[in-house]
Nanobody, 116 residues
Framework: QVHLVESGGGLVQPGGSLRLSCASS????????IGWYRQAPGKERELVAG???????SYADSVKDRFTASRDNAMNAVYLQMNSLKPEDTAVYYC??????????WGRGTQVTVSS
């Protein structure tokens, strides 16, 4: 079992920044995957950024050059620094972890709203 807790969401104006955090209840050092997804109203959940095992972060084209994902294995946490936010970034942001031979775990999500 893995418990994931996201934090850091909120309301921000276009062009602003937010930093999301995801705390894991277990070690993420050798986890198969950990990363961020988002789901906007009326849309499917989509991958934003993530770390496959042993690899660096990959990003959705829509957030490249604006978002930066990072991880702290000692703290069992991953982060998402979001800059130059746009209204279309408005969504619930979820943390996801994949444990090999077990399955996927999701956090409850944190709301990000970009609006003036």
């Amino acid at each position: 079992q893995v418990h994931l807790v996201e934090s850091g969401g909120g309301l921000v104006q276009p062009g602003g920044s937010l930093r999301l955090s995801c705390a894991s209840s277990r070690s993420i050092f050798n986890i198969a995957f950990i990363g961020w997804y988002r789901q906007a109203p009326g849309k499917e959940r989509e991958l934003v950024a993530g770390f496959p095992r042993g690899g660096g972060p990959s990003y959705a084209d829509s957030v490249k050059d604006r978002f930066t994902a990072s991880r702290d294995n000692a703290m069992n946490a991953v982060y998402l620094q979001m800059n130059s936010l746009k209204p279309e970034d408005t969504a619930v942001y979820y943390c996801k972890a994949r444990v090999e031979l077990v399955g996927d775990y999701w956090g409850r999500g944190t709301q990000v709203t970009v609006s003036s």
